[in-house]
C-alpha cells in the first residue's frame, strides 16, 4: 500500500492506485509516471529527482558470509557466521539448478534488461482486473538488488525501508537493479542471487541450501531437489521442507510445470518426478564455538581475531564481532591437531569431566609464542561436568580470571636476582617459618610484615638458588626477593608478558613471590619459552593469517615481530640450567619422567593447597598445567595435591606424546602466478592436499592464474593449502 507522502498533493485516486499497483508490480509504471504525478506535487518531483541523485555506490556485492578457522595442517577446525552461506561460483552451480530458478524467478533473464516491460505490464493487467496484488512483475535483477540491499542494512530502520511496501522502496531497487545491469554481466548476476538467496532453515545460498537439506554440493543437485530450492524463495518459510513437507512438494511441482512450459524438460519429465515423494537428507549447519571440536582453542582464535579487527580498541570490539560473523574470512592458526590429541588425552587420563576438580593446559611453541594447543578437562558447555569457559586461557580470550601460579612465580625473581648481578651461590639461612619486613612497592610505599613458612616445617638450612629453587624453599625466597627489591621482582614477570588472568596489573604484595597472583596458563607457558629461548620472550598468539573476502591480506602484528629481549642470555640460561635440576634427583619433580633431555620446569603447590601448577619446556615446547576445584580453589581445596602430582604428571605424559606427534613445518614451493592446473600439480607432488579459494581476488596477474596461497610460506607436511586466484583486472 502506497503511503500518504508517496504522492503528491491533487493526484487523482485513480492514479494514486495505479502508481501503487504499478509498483508492486515491478516499478515500471511507477518510473513512467513519476514525471506525471511530478507535474502535479512536490513529492513526486523528489520521488523522481531521488532516483536520479540515488548513490548506488553504497550497495555491496559481497553478502554476508562466513568465516573459516583452519589448523595449522589446513584443516577446518571452527566457522563463524551471521548467516549461513557458502558462495560458490556458477559453474559449481548444476545447470538444472540455473534452469530451474531462471524458470519460476524470471524465465526471459537472458531477454531483458533491468525491466521486464512484457512481465510488469502483464502482471500490472492482471492485477487491475483483481483490484489486488496477484502477480509481480520483479526481475531477478531486481531481486538481487533488494537482497543486497537487506543483506547490509545495518539497523531495523534500514531494514525496514528495504522491506517496506512503498513507492520509493521499488524505485531504490530499479535503480540499483540498472547500476547492477550496467556493470555486470548476466551470469555474474545469476552467480550473485544464487549466493546471496535466502532458501529456509537458516540456509542462505544455494551451496548452503545444497547442504542443509540434501547434504551435497550444489553442483551434484538433481532435478527434483533443484526445483524444491527453486521454490523456496518465494517463501522460505511456508514451503520449508523440514516444517511443511506437504507445502514444499506442492511448490516444487509448480516449478517443474513451469519449467515443462517452457520446454527445459518433457511432460513426461515432469510427471515423472511429480510422482516422486521429497527425499532429504539434511544437515545442521556448524557454526560458533560451540560446535567446534577444540571449542576452547575457537574461543581464544575468536577473541584474537575481534581485536586485530578492532586494531585493539575496544570501543570497536561491537562492530569487530559483526565483522567476523559476516566478513568472509580466512583464518590460519597455530593450531597444532596431533599436540592437541595428545595433551586432551594426557589430561583426560589424570583428570574426570565429571569430577569438581579441573585440569588446564596450554602448549606454546619456544621461539615464536604460537599457541599449539588449549586444553580443559571439561566437557563445552552447561551443566554439570562441562563449562563454557576456556580456563586455561585469561579473561581477554575466552577464560576466566585465572588460577594462582604457586610456586612456578618462584622463577621471576631468581631471574629478577641473576638479573640484577646477584650470584647464584647466593644463600640465606632459612628457617621453617619467618616473619620479615622491609619489603616496599614501586611507589616506594613500605608495606606491613610479612610471615612466611615452608610447605613442610622440616624443610630448613642453608640454600643457595640452585638448592633453593630444586627444594621451592619459601622462606628462601622470601630473603630472595625482599633482597632483589619486591619491585624488580613484579617488573620481571610483567617483562615476560604476566598480567593477571583478568587483566589487571600484578598485585605488589610479598606473597606474589609464591605466586599470588592469579594468572593463566597461556602467558605461563609463554613466559617460560622466552626462557627456553635465551632470554627473548615472544606473546602468545594463535592467528598467523587472515584474508578477507576479496581475498586481501588482513595485517596482523604477530609476535615474531614483537619478540622482545628481556633478559641477556647467561641469566636465561643459568635460570633454564637451575630449572633442570627440578627434575633432577635433588628436586621436588624426582619421580616424573622427562619428556626430553632438556627438560627444564618448576612446580607450584598453591596456598592452602587451593590448586597445584606445572609449568616447563621440552625442546621446542612449553607448557603450564594447573589442576583445582573450579569452585573456588580456598573453598574446596585440593588436599594432597602437588605440583609434582597430577599436573606434572600431565605435563610430562602430553609433551611426550606431543614430541612423537610433531609434524615439522616445510616450505611450501612458489606457485605464484602459475595457472590452476600447474599449481595443483606442483603442490600435490610436493606432499600437499590443495584447495580454491570461494571468489577471485583482484589482481594485474592473468586470470585464472595464483596470486597467493593461504598459509603463504610453510605448513605442516601433507596439509591443505587454499590457493587464491586472480580476476585478472585488479578492479
Known amino acids: 500500500m502506497l503511503e500518504s507522502g508517496d504522492r503528491g498533493e491533487g493526484v487523482p485516486r485513480t492514479l494514486g492506485r495505479l502508481v501503487a499497483a504499478s509498483a508492486t508490480a515491478g516499478g515500471l509504471v511507477a518510473l513512467l509516471l513519476a514525471p506525471v504525478a511530478g507535474a502535479a506535487g512536490l513529492g513526486a518531483r523528489k520521488a523522481a529527482d531521488d532516483f536520479r541523485n540515488m548513490n548506488v555506490e553504497r550497495i555491496t556485492r559481497y553478502p554476508s558470509e562466513k568465516s573459516v578457522v583452519y589448523a595449522s595442517d589446513g584443516r577446518p577446525i571452527a566457522t563463524f557466521f551471521d548467516e549461513f552461506r557458502d558462495p560458490v561460483r556458477l559453474d559449481q552451480v548444476s545447470p538444472v539448478m540455473r534452469q530451474a530458478i531462471i524458470a519460476i524467478e524470471d524465465s526471459r533473464f537472458y531477454e531483458h534488461g533491468a525491466l521486464d516491460a512484457k512481465a510488469v505490464l502483464r502482471a500490472f493487467t492482471r492485477n487491475a482486473e483483481a483490484g489486488r496484488t496477484r502477480e509481480g512483475g520483479s526481475t531477478l535483477t531486481q531481486q538481487y538488488a533488494k537482497n543486497l540491499l537487506l543483506a547490509n542494512a545495518r539497523t531495523q530502520k534500514e531494514r525496514q525501508q528495504v522491506t517496506a511496501p ?42 548452503a541450501a545444497a547442504q542443509r537439506y540434501f547434504s551435497k ?3 551434484a543437485l538433481t532435478l527434483p531437489e533443484a526445483a524444491l530450492l527453486a521454490g523456496l524463495t518465494k517463501n522460505p518459510f511456508a514451503y520449508d521442507p523440514l516444517l511443511h513437507p506437504k507445502a514444499a512438494r506442492e511448490r516444487r511441482d509448480v516449478v517443474l510445470a513451469r519449467m515443462a512450459e517452457l520446454g527445459v524438460i518433457t511432460r513426461q519429465e515432469e510427471k515423472r518426478q511429480v510422482a516422486q515423494g521429497i527425499r532429504l537428507h539434511p544437515t545442521k549447519p556448524r557454526g560458533g564455538c560451540a560446535t567446534s571440536d577444540v571449542p576452547f582453542y575457537c574461543l581464544y582464535v575468536r577473541a584474537e581475531m575481534v581485536r586485530v579487527l578492532a586494531q585493539g580498541k575496544p570501543e570497536l570490539f561491537k562492530e569487530a564481532e559483526e565483522k567476523l560473523q559476516r566478513g568472509g574470512y ?32 596450554a602448549v606454546v611453541e619456544v621461539g615464536t609464542g604460537r599457541l599449539k594447543s588449549l586444553v580443559t578437562s571439561k566437557r563445552f558447555g552447561t551443566g554439570e561436568g562441562r563449562t563454557t569457559l576456556s580456563l586455561a ?10 588460577v594462582s601460579a604457586g610456586s612456578t612465580f618462584k622463577i621471576f625473581t631468581l631471574l629478577a636476582a641473576l638479573d640484577a648481578g646477584m650470584p647464584v651461590r647466593t644463600a640465606f639461612p632459612s628457617p621453617g617459618s619467618m616473619t620479615l619486613r622491609g619489603f616496599k612497592t614501586c611507589k616506594g610505599r613500605e608495606l606491613p610484615a610479612w610471615t612466611v613458612r615452608n610447605s613442610h616445617e622440616s624443610q630448613s638450612g642453608r640454600f643457595t638458588m640452585r638448592t633453593g629453587t630444586w627444594g621451592s624453599v619459601n622462606t628462601y625466597f622470601a630473603q630472595l626477593q625482599r633482597a632483589v627489591g619486591l619491585c624488580k621482582s613484579v617488573k620481571m614477570a610483567q617483562r615476560f608478558g604476566i598480567t593477571r588472568g583478568d587483566g589487571t596489573p600484578l598485585q605488589e604484595v610479598p606473597p606474589q613471590v609464591l605466586g599470588s597472583n592469579e594468572i593463566d596458563m597461556v602467558h605461563l607457558s609463554a613466559a617460560y619459552a622466552g626462557i627456553a629461548n635465551h632470554g627473548v620472550y615472544c606473546p602468545p598468539v594463535s592467528v598467523l593469517e587472515a584474508t578477507g573476502p576479496n581475498g586481501r591480506p588482513v595485517r596482523l602484528d604477530l609476535p615474531e615481530r614483537r619478540c622482545r629481549k628481556v633478559v641477556s642470555p647467561w641469566v636465561a640460561d643459568t635460570t633454564h640450567h637451575i630449572m633442570r635440576g ?4 635433588r628436586g621436588t619433580a624426582n619421580g616424573i619422567e622427562k619428556p626430553s633431555k632438556d627438560a627444564a620446569g618448576k612446580t607450584g603447590t598453591c596456598e592452602n593447597f587451593s590448586c597445584a601448577v606445572f609449568a616447563g619446556t621440552s625442546g621446542n615446547l612449553s607448557s603450564a598445567v594447573a589442576y583445582w576445584d573450579y569452585r573456588g580453589g580456598f573453598r574446596y581445596p585440593v588436599t594432597g595435591v602437588y605440583g609434582a602430582g597430577i599436573p606434572a604428571e600431565i605435563w610430562s605424559a602430553s609433551l611426550k606424546a606431543a614430541h612423537r606427534a610433531h609434524r615439522p613445518l616445510v616450505t611450501l614451493p612458489d606457485t605464484r602466478g602459475m595457472a590452476l592446473g600447474a599449481a595443483v600439480s606442483t603442490l600435490d607432488r610436493a606432499g600437499f592436499k590443495t584447495a580454491v579459494s570461494r571468489g577471485p581476488v583482484r589482481s594485474h596477474l592473468p ?3 595464483v596470486v597467493y596461497t593461504s598459509p603463504s610460506s610453510q605448513i605442516a607436511r601433507g596439509g591443505t593449502v587454499t590457493l587464491f586466484l586472480s580476476n585478472g583486472g585488479a578492479r
Open 703 to 705: 586470470k585464472g592464474t
Open 582 to 585: 627440578v627434575l633432577g634427583p
Open 393 to 402: 586461557a585469561d579473561a581477554a580470550h575466552g577464560g576466566g580470571v585465572g
Open 330 to 361: 580466512t583464518i590460519r592458526t597455530s593450531f597444532d591437531p596431533h599436540a592437541q590429541h595428545a595433551v586432551q588425552e594426557a589430561v583426560d587420563a589424570r583428570s574426570s569431566a565429571s569430577s569438581a576438580k579441573v585440569a588446564a593446559q
Open 166 to 207: 512503498t513507492f520509493m522502496r521499488k524505485l531504490r531497487e530499479l535503480r540499483h537493479a540498472l547500476q547492477l545491469e550496467k556493470t555486470m554481466s548476466k551470469d555474474a548476476i545469476l552467480e550473485g542471487y544464487l549466493n546471496i538467496a535466502y532458501f529456509g532453515a537458516g540456509a542462505y545460498g544455494v551451496q
Open 217 to 219: 554440493q550444489a553442483s
